[in-house]
């Protein structure tokens, strides 16, 4: 009777993100660019995890003006010009830096695990280990080039050293991230129910509550990162 209640719930709550990714993907197609083009991704990454959390963050912090008109630009009366713009509260510069960093550890989570199904290694001589350790490195491969893509524009300049300013930038956020995450799913594999397979779709539930957790994991991280200077608030 538990087995068939997780099934349905795992289902449940899969379908809502899945459909909740779908939503903000259409929002975005009809609102002006985002400020940082590379967000057009994160935000429904996230809300593939994060369900109707996801889409509440997106619709209190990252929807923009409605397009409108022939060159799909929004209208003058909507448009706010920088000198005119107020800072957003600086939680939601937080959160908005977070689901940053996350989307690249949710999209690498999202491939690693049918890659490692391809490639199985074993590290310290468990699999387990040399999955999360593949999952790490996709998560930093994505999540420094999802950096690089907010960096670049807003340095005005490309090339070896913003690689290296992402990297040094992102490496405290996203380990922060996967510490949550790994801890969610060390309960999973080794507590209860064990460890699970990506076919089966109690796997996806556990990897939603996996990304929650390494939300809140990585948000204190990025709240000391930008307050420090060293991470520049989104």
Not at 37 to 65: D, E, H, K, Q
Not at 77 to 105: E, I, N, Y
Not at 186 to 200: S, T
Request: with cysteine; proline share 7%; net charge positive.
């Amino acid at each position: 009777m538990a087995a068939i209640v997780f099934h349905i719930i795992s289902w449940l709550f899969v379908l809502v993100g899945i459909a909740s990714a779908a939503v903000v993907a259409w929002d975005l197609a009809r609102r002006a660019p985002q400020p940082m083009a590379v967000m057009r991704y994160v935000w429904p990454i996230n809300a593939l995890w994060g369900g109707v959390f996801g889409m509440w963050a997106y619709w209190t912090i990252g929807r923009m003006p409605e397009r409108e008109g022939p060159s799909g630009a929004p209208p003058e009366s909507r448009m706010t010009k920088s000198s005119d713009k107020q800072p957003r509260p600086f939680w939601q510069q937080v959160l908005a830096g977070t689901f940053h960093c996350g989307a690249g550890c949710s999209l690498a989570d999202l491939i690693g695990p049918f890659v490692f199904m391809l490639m199985p290694f074993a590290v310290l001589g468990n699999e387990v280990f040399g999955e999360w350790t593949l999952d790490y490195i996709l998560a930093l491969v994505i999540g420094v080039t999802f950096q690089y893509a907010a960096l670049s524009p807003m340095l005005g300049r490309s090339g070896l050293p913003v690689w290296w300013r992402a990297l040094k930038v992102d490496f405290l956020s996203l380990s922060a991230w996967q510490v949550g995450m790994y801890g969610w799913m060390a309960l999973v594999i080794f507590v209860w129910p064990g460890r699970l397979k990506p076919d089966r779709i109690e796997f996806w539930f556990m990897m939603q509550l996996a990304m929650a957790c390494g939300l809140l994991t990585a948000y204190p991280m990025n709240w000391w990162l930008i307050r420090a200077g060293i991470k520049t608030a989104m």
